[in-house]
């Protein structure tokens, strides 16, 4: 029986390393040619090959051909990061037919030359070091099969506003079943009771439309005045409960878009806010779309319960909501004063900054006031502090309207508890990533657009709805899902259902069996961590690919 | 006994971000005292006890574990 130095069985294992000049970035800083002469010695090894560059063509085939020819059983490399090039390595050691689990890279370029340029021999040392102890890892690996789950090519929007529908119309255009769930008797969302657009349209005309187009595509179904209680599973098989007016509906979908929007705020005694005379610029809306405005004299003011100690955000969309007012208002009754009190102006956008000196031009005027020294409104009067001219000016009004900013809908919280994905501290739906994955949740198969994540204009919303259908039908359209066999699993024998590992795993991935008494692990939702392995009290729970053997197998190598 | 004591080190670094951290520092060409051995994980919490331990009783003089 062949043995290595630390007495380990090799029988049956044939190793080949490759070692990679990587042109001068490896060769140029420690001698390859004697890491490799050093690797055919070390226990189990078959076959080494300095390639110039693994990664290219040529060295790919020469892996390959070596594992046909060689009847390999495990393949190292040593060249750069494991993070950018496992995959290649790995995938190309599949189609030479080796199990891909049972190949193992070696850093010598990112953690080896580059680090220690200049010390050829101390380099060539570490880089030995190194190969050793990635050949004494690659000998404990174990085959693995890659984890592969079926795709049910239906999704769950929550929400019906601009946003969902949008999302809605873009999925079911691609051939893709639609369940849309809202909460009120229709769908529309806040555009519902907009009065018109900056294009002028009418907004509740707009999403109507859409509303009816979606409701009419084939392969959607939309209930209304229902809400959803119930989510579980995982991407490409969730499992969800509607309460709809005509009972509980079940049933199961790939993918879940959030587009609950949000709600602007209507703060009783704010500015001596009264729902007459003092009003929201929701209100407004609403008066003038039905034609019930009725004033002269009109003052905004902006900000209103909004960049404040409760709620520092900015909510974006109200000064231009603001100025697309005001301007509704003067050209309508050029004879109208109207003033806006602001803290900022944020017009952001080319289109909506020229909108801003339109409506200078219009006579509409702005004041700028100080946060500490707020306008004061009441009896029919509206006095603040200029804060560059530092007079007090007074206003006589007939209706002072508070530009508030959308806050999160109370709701969104059940909501956000249904998937377990996160929200900010204003209760707004927490993205992956602000510019990386602003439509994803760090959960898959879980998006997120819209109002419901921060506010936006109704363009914004519809934008944001086709780009999570895009990011949707990237995942449905797979006939199945891959991920990764790196995952942990709970020995079924030896697991005495101390549910230790229950608690650590961040994904929720491990669940206690009733029936059987132990732990299981549920592999779709594991990603890899071994938080799991590391608290098993028993040694139940092992991470596949970092079982300890093969971990130890690298720390005696060292 | 002759010479500067050179402590042998082994570090546990996670795959996401410490591990990711020093392939930046080669990308950036630093330089650091090559006694140490880099060993990948995918997370820090699979590191239990036994393995910091373990790299003491196979010689190392320090153990770190970063992520």
């Given at each position: 029986m062949k043995q290595n130095k630390t007495g380990e069985n090799t029988e049956g294992l044939r190793v080949g390393v490759f070692i990679c000049d990587c042109g001068s970035n490896i060769a140029g800083h420690l001698d390859c040619a004697e890491v490799t002469k050093y690797a055919a010695d070390l226990p189990g090894v078959v076959f080494t090959k300095e390639n110039l560059y693994t990664c290219s063509e040529a060295g790919i085939?020469?892996?390959?051909?070596?594992?046909?020819?060689?009847?390999?059983?495990?393949?190292?490399?040593?060249?750069?990061?494991?993070?950018?090039?496992?995959?290649?390595?790995?995938?190309?050691?599949?189609?030479?037919?080796?199990?891909?689990?049972?190949?193992?890279?070696?850093?010598?370029?990112?953690?080896?030359?580059?680090?220690?340029?200049g010390q050829r021999d101390i380099a060539?040392?570490?880089?030995?070091?190194?190969?050793?102890?990635?050949?004494?890892?690659?000998?404990?690996?174990?085959?693995?099969?890659?984890?592969?789950?079926?795709?049910?090519?239906?999704?769950?929007?929550?929400?019906?506003?601009?946003?969902?529908?949008?999302?809605?119309?873009?999925?079911?255009?691609?051939?893709?079943?639609?369940?849309?769930?809202?909460?009120?008797?229709?769908?529309?969302?806040?555009?519902?009771?907009?009065?018109?657009?900056?294009?002028?349209?009418?907004?509740?005309?707009?999403?109507?439309d859409l509303a009816a187009t979606v409701a009419a595509t084939s392969g959607v179904t939309v209930h209304t005045a229902s809400r959803v209680i119930e989510i579980s599973g995982y991407i490409g098989n969730f499992r969800v409960v509607i309460e709809t007016p005509a009972g509980k509906v079940e049933d199961t979908v790939g993918c879940i878009v959030v587009a609950c929007g949000a709600v602007p705020l209507v703060e009783e005694g704010l500015f001596g806010y009264n729902g007459k005379d003092v009003i929201t610029q929701m209100e407004l809306e609403q008066r003038l779309a039905s034609g019930s405005f009725k004033a002269a004299r009109v003052v905004m003011i902006q900000c209103a319960g909004a960049r404040n100690a409760t709620r520092e955000y900015c909510s974006r969309i109200c000064c231009a909501t603001a100025v697309k007012n005001a301007m509704i208002i003067k050209r309508k009754y050029p004879l109208a004063e109207v003033h806006v009190l602001y803290r900022d102006m944020q017009m952001y956008g080319d289109e909506k900054e020229q909108m801003l000196w339109d409506a200078r031009g219009m006579g509409i005027k702005f004041h700028v006031f100080d946060q500490k020294k707020p306008p004061r409104v009441g009896d029919g009067k509206v006095t603040?502090?200029?804060?560059?001219?530092?007079?007090?000016?007074?206003?006589?009004?007939?209706?002072?309207?508070?530009?508030?900013?959308?806050?999160?809908?109370?709701?969104?919280?059940?909501?956000?508890?249904?998937?377990?994905?996160?929200?900010?501290?204003?209760?707004?739906?927490?993205?992956?990533?602000?510019?990386?994955?602003?439509?994803?949740?760090?959960?898959?198969?879980?998006?997120?657009?819209?109002?419901?994540?921060?506010?936006?204009?109704?363009?914004?919303?519809?934008?944001?709805?086709?780009?999570?259908?895009?990011?949707?039908?990237?995942?449905?359209?797979?006939?199945?899902?891959?991920?990764?066999?790196?995952?942990?699993?709970?020995?079924?024998?030896?697991?005495?259902?101390?549910?230790?590992?229950?608690?650590?795993?961040?994904?929720?991935?491990?669940?206690?069996?009733?029936?059987?008494?132990?732990?299981?692990?549920?592999?779709?939702?594991?990603?890899?961590?071994?938080?799991?392995?590391?608290?098993?009290?028993?040694?139940?729970?092992?991470?596949?690919?970092?079982k300890p053997e093969q971990l130890l197998a690298q720390i005696r190598a060292i | 006994m002759s010479g500067e004591f050179t402590p042998k080190i082994v570090m546990f670094a996670c795959n996401w971000c410490a591990y990711s951290a020093a392939d930046l520092a080669g990308v950036s060409r630093f330089q650091y005292p090559p006694n140490l051995r880099i060993i990948r994980v995918m997370c820090t919490g699979r590191i239990n006890p036994n393995f910091i331990l373990q790299g003491f009783e196979n010689g190392a003089d320090g153990v770190l574990v970063a992520g």
């Open positions: 085939s020469e892996i390959q051909n070596a594992i046909r020819e060689n009847n390999l059983n495990r393949v190292v490399v040593a060249s750069c990061s494991p993070r950018t090039h496992h995959p290649l390595f790995a995938s190309s050691c599949a189609q030479a037919g080796m199990n891909p689990y049972l190949f193992e890279m070696v850093n010598i370029r990112d953690q080896c030359s580059w680090v220690h340029m060539t040392a570490k880089a030995k070091d190194l190969v050793r102890m990635g050949v004494a890892k690659s000998t404990a690996l174990e085959p693995q099969k890659d984890i592969e789950s079926s795709v049910i090519r239906k999704i769950l929007v929550i929400g019906g506003g601009i946003a969902g529908l949008s999302a809605a119309e873009a999925l079911a255009g691609m051939g893709l079943e639609v369940l849309l769930v809202e909460k009120e008797e229709r769908c529309g969302g806040l555009m519902l009771g907009l009065n018109v657009l900056e294009t002028g349209k009418s907004a509740a005309g707009q999403v109507s603040f502090q200029h804060a560059v001219l530092g007079e007090t000016k007074e206003f006589t009004v007939d209706l002072t309207v508070l530009s508030t900013p959308l806050v999160a809908r109370p709701e969104s919280s059940q909501v956000a508890a249904l998937m377990r994905v996160p929200c900010d501290k204003n209760g707004f739906f927490l993205e992956a990533h602000a510019k990386l994955r602003p439509l994803d949740f760090a959960a898959d198969g879980i998006f997120v657009c819209g109002s419901a994540r921060y506010p936006v204009t109704s363009v914004e919303a519809r934008t944001q709805g086709l780009g999570v259908a895009s990011r949707i039908g990237a995942i449905l359209f797979k006939e199945k899902l891959v991920k990764s066999g790196i995952v942990a699993e709970i020995d079924q024998e030896t697991c005495v259902g101390c549910m230790g590992c229950l608690n650590v795993c961040p994904y929720e991935a491990i669940i206690f069996n009733r029936e059987t008494g132990v732990c299981e692990v549920k592999e779709i939702l594991c990603k890899g961590c071994g938080n799991c392995a590391s608290t098993c009290p028993s040694h139940s729970a092992v991470l596949r690919g970092y | -």
